[in-house]
Structures are given as C-alpha cells and as structure tokens.
C-alpha cells in the first residue's frame, strides 16, 4: 500500500495531481483543501490513502495527515466512498466539520454539494465522538455565527473563494452590517470584502 509521497507536480487540477517520484508519475485524487495547499508548489509531500477494489486502484492525497484521518472516518460511514468523501473535504475544513459534526450541524453539512440530508444527519450521528478538532485549532461558539451566515459562507465557497477567505469576508461583513442582516444584503457586503 502506498500511504506517503514526495515528488515534483507534473500536472493540477482542482481534484487531481499528478505526482512524479523515481521517474513514476502517479495520479492522484485530492480534494479543493489540498489543492489550496499545492498551488502554486513544485515540490509536494502528500499523505496517501490507497482505495482498493476488484476492477480498480486509486490514489487519494492530503496535505495534512488530519484531513486524511477525517477522510478515513467518513468513508467508514455506510453509503460515503471516496468521491462522496472528497467532495465533502472540498466542501469544508477538517475543523469545521469537527465543529459541525460536535454540534449536530445537520444544515451545514447539507449545504455541501452531494451530500443530502439523510446522508449529513448519518455522518453526525456516526462521528460524534470520533471526530475531534486537529489540536491547537479554536472551537468556534456555536453563538458567534448565525444561522443565516452558514448560508453566505456556503455560497461564497460555491464561487469559487476559499473557505478561509470567505471567512474572513464574512466575520468583517458582519461587523459591518451588524447584528440581524439578511442573506442578501450580508452576501453583498462579503463579496465587497473579497473584492476590495
């Protein structure tokens, strides 16, 4: 089983990087998180989690050992594989779905593209106690966002901006806008942080 490698990037793309180690070019299945991570590198180091089936050999990589671990755990859960997994990784951080999972987010978790409700409430209720926050990471008080913001963060991640960056646009947009914003008036003021 291959678990690490470090190479030169040959090729990138949002969901795959082709690694070249010892003369080998090895593709791999990363998510938007790790892509983040890779851009703009020629030389990587990568976690590695080999998927195994009858008909098929797949690579998946990560730039931190604890988005693997959360990959790990979610593909255990009944009904998620590797893409739906990914995906999820793409969707949100390791620490914001450690967050969401401690606080039962089931509207968060859906709000990621492939993931429905069904599926957000299993991964809840399966990785309550085994997904905990990388260490040293702040948990977020469930009160210093509201509802309306995991809405705006989702979309602003949907165009295309990181999810820190989307953060940020959103913590200062809500100073701005003060206490109870609506969606689109909260969704302007981000974009304008973002644009500036």
Partial sequence: ???????????????????????????????????????????????????VREDQLSLYGFATTEEKIAFEKLISISGIGPTVAQKILSGIDVADLADAVARDDVRKLSSIPGVGKKTAERICLELRDKLTLPAGTPVTPSTARHAIDDDVHSALVNLGYKPAAADAALDAARKQTGGEAEFSTLLKASLRQLTK
């Fill in 1 to 51: 089983m291959i678990a690490y490698l470090h190479g030169h990037i040959r090729q990138l793309d949002a969901t795959r990087a082709l690694v070249v180690t010892g003369g080998v070019g090895y593709e791999v299945h990363i998510s938007l998180t790790t892509y983040y991570k890779l851009e703009g590198r020629s030389e990587i180091e990568l976690e590695i989690y080999t998927h």
